[in-house]
């Protein structure tokens, strides 16, 4: 029986026709039998794709075989076989719906602007030399944070990536202006943006956590500044990265511990909300 993985990556670089990109990822992905979700914008690709590892092996070769994808950086991870109900590529103005197309700008090295990136080891020698100084600052939705995020974090009220920019314009972050601000999200893409954005606002020490969460988890696993579960955007709905990972989410119906996130109110409901298997 083969074994089902899962990949995430992404790349940053111009695209001068984003539609026929399209095509060719549809293509390949249906030759090889793969379901996800894939966005093509003039910035760049944003994947995730899922199916047996041979599959998806070919799909990756296939993928680094166009120039500007050749070092993508690919992130792998078990999968249950059925984790996407379908696969969707679609070409949209960005990469992540931020609602600033115009002001990012894009060259062949990435997101122009975007702040420094940390690997994780840098992120604790940064937190080691500056201490409380270090601010982490969630790049995610707050759904996402509330079943695990970094010691301390700054958790943005926001539902979705279109809320920042607005928060961030009213002022309610200038006290972090001129603190090292850690922004880190699931695999890294939105802060790849999110970074430039809050450069641009006068943020003066932006950094971004190489690789997202999911290279830290890989590195520190639950053993360093990570505390709960990652969202993921599959039916696994959440992943550990060790066997004594912290439950920090809290059921929205009933308030006990879990990790669980669901589609609410109901297995097709749009919105989503942290339930525990009994409220489920």
């Not at 679609?90 to 060259?107: C, M, W």
């Not at 539902?159 to 699931?186: E, M, Q, W």
Request: aromatic share 8%; with cysteine.
């Amino acid at each position: 029986m083969a074994t089902p993985k899962i990949v995430l990556f992404y790349v940053f670089t111009p695209l001068s026709d984003p539609e026929a990109i399209r095509l060719w990822q549809l293509a390949v992905c249906r030759s090889h039998g793969l379901r996800g979700r894939i966005i093509v914008s003039p910035h760049g690709i944003n994947a995730t794709v899922g199916g047996d590892i041979g599959a998806v092996k070919r799909y990756v070769r296939a993928t680094r075989e166009y120039l500007p994808f050749k070092h993508a950086d690919i992130k792998w991870s078990d999968g249950a076989g059925d984790d996407f109900p379908k696969l969707s590529v679609k070409v949209r103005p960005e990469l992540v719906t931020f609602g600033a197309p115009g002001e990012v700008e894009v060259n062949a090295d990435g997101v122009v602007g975007s702040g420094r990136r940390l690997t994780p080891e840098q992120v604790h020698e940064l937190v080691d030399e500056r201490g409380d100084e270090v601010v982490f600052f969630d790049g995610r939705n707050r759904i996402e944070a509330q079943i695990g995020q970094f010691r301390n974090a700054v958790v943005p009220a926001v539902d979705t990536t279109r809320d920042f920019l607005p928060l961030i314009d009213s002022g309610a972050l200038d006290h972090l202006k001129n603190r090292p601000v850690v922004t880190y999200c699931t695999g890294g893409v939105r802060c790849e943006v999110l970074s430039a954005l809050l450069r641009n606002r006068g943020f003066s020490q932006v950094y971004q956590l190489d690789g997202g969460i999911v290279r830290y988890g890989e590195r520190y696993g639950d053993d360093g500044l990570w505390r709960g579960s990652l969202y993921v955007f599959d039916r696994r709905m959440s992943v550990d990265f060790s066997d004594h990972a912290a439950v920090i989410g809290r059921c929205s119906e009933c308030g006990a511990p879990t990790n669980r996130v669901r589609n609410h109110p109901d297995s097709s409901g749009r919105e989503l909300a942290v339930l525990c298997p009994e409220c489920r």
